[in-house]
C-alpha cells in the first residue's frame, strides 16, 4: 500500500525536532511531502574562482593563507566587523566578516582557509558568507548548493541536511511519475530504487559535484 507523504507529519523526518517544526510551519510545512516539495529558488556554485578572473560586484569563493592578526570591532554586545589579511593567488586581500567574531581564534596565520562572499574589486575586499577551514568537516569546494528560502532561525546548512535526510528515510516512496516505456527506453534509475538513493540522485541537491540539484526533476541514467 502506498504511503501518503503529505499524511505524514515532517517530524518524522530525523532532525526535525524542538522549535524547528514551529519554525517550517511558518514556511508553509507541516508534512513529509510538503517538505521535499520545497525546492531552492536558486543554487551557489563553489567552484574555486581565480581573483584575475571575477569581476566587481561577483559572489566568489577563493582558497587563501591567513597572512595577519584578526581584527574586530564591536558594536554593542552582539554586533561585530572582523578584518583579516588573506594571502589568494600571490595577492594580498581583506576577508570581512559582520557579527563572525567567534571565528577570531580560528584565523591563525599561516593556516588555509576557504570564503565565499561578495567581491570588492577597487578596494580588494571580499565581504565574507561563509567560511571553511580545509580538513574540518566535509567541504563545499567544487559543489553547486540549493539555496532555500528560510526565516527565523532556520539556516541554509540545516535545511540542505534535512532534505538530504527526508530523503535518504523516504526517498523510496516518492511516487514514480515517469512513464515505464520512458524509465526503459533512456536506461533510468526507478526513484523507488533501492535505499531512496535514486530519489536522493534525482532530486536534491546533496551538494557533489555531478550529483542533480533538489529541484531538478530529471532521471539518472543507470551505470553500466
Request: some cysteine; charged content about 20%; hydrophobic content about 40%.
Amino acid at each position: 500500500m502506498a504511503v501518503d507523504l503529505y499524511a505524514l507529519p515532517v517530524t518524522q523526518v530525523s532532525g526535525v525536532k524542538g522549535k524547528k517544526p514551529e519554525e517550517l510551519l511558518a514556511l508553509g510545512i507541516t508534512s513529509v511531502g510538503q517538505l521535499l516539495d520545497y525546492y531552492p529558488f536558486r543554487y551557489e556554485d563553489y567552484t574555486l574562482r581565480d581573483l584575475t578572473q571575477v569581476k566587481d560586484g561577483d559572489k566568489i569563493t577563493v582558497q587563501g593563507t591567513i597572512a595577519g592578526v584578526p581584527q574586530v570591532q564591536m558594536y554593542g554586545r552582539t554586533k561585530s566587523r572582523m578584518t583579516c589579511k588573506i594571502v589568494v593567488d600571490s595577492l594580498f586581500i581583506t576577508a570581512v566578516w559582520f557579527n563572525r567574531h567567534f571565528l577570531r581564534d580560528k584565523l591563525t596565520a599561516g593556516s588555509e582557509i576557504v570564503l565565499t562572499g561578495k567581491w570588492d574589486q577597487k578596494r580588494l575586499h571580499l565581504t565574507v558568507s561563509e567560511s571553511e577551514f580545509p580538513g574540518q568537516g566535509k567541504s563545499q569546494i567544487g559543489t553547486l548548493q540549493p539555496v532555500y528560502s528560510v526565516s527565523g532561525a532556520l539556516t541554509q546548512k540545516w535545511m540542505r541536511q534535512t532534505m538530504k535526510q527526508a530523503l535518504l528515510q523516504f526517498g523510496e516512496m516518492i511516487p514514480e511519475v515517469l512513464p515505464a516505456e520512458l524509465l526503459k527506453k533512456y536506461n533510468l534509475l526507478a526513484a523507488q530504487a533501492g535505499d531512496g538513493a535514486a530519489a536522493y540522485a534525482r532530486r536534491p541537491g546533496a551538494g557533489t559535484t555531478g550529483e542533480a540539484p533538489h529541484g531538478v526533476r530529471g532521471a539518472v541514467p543507470v551505470s553500466a
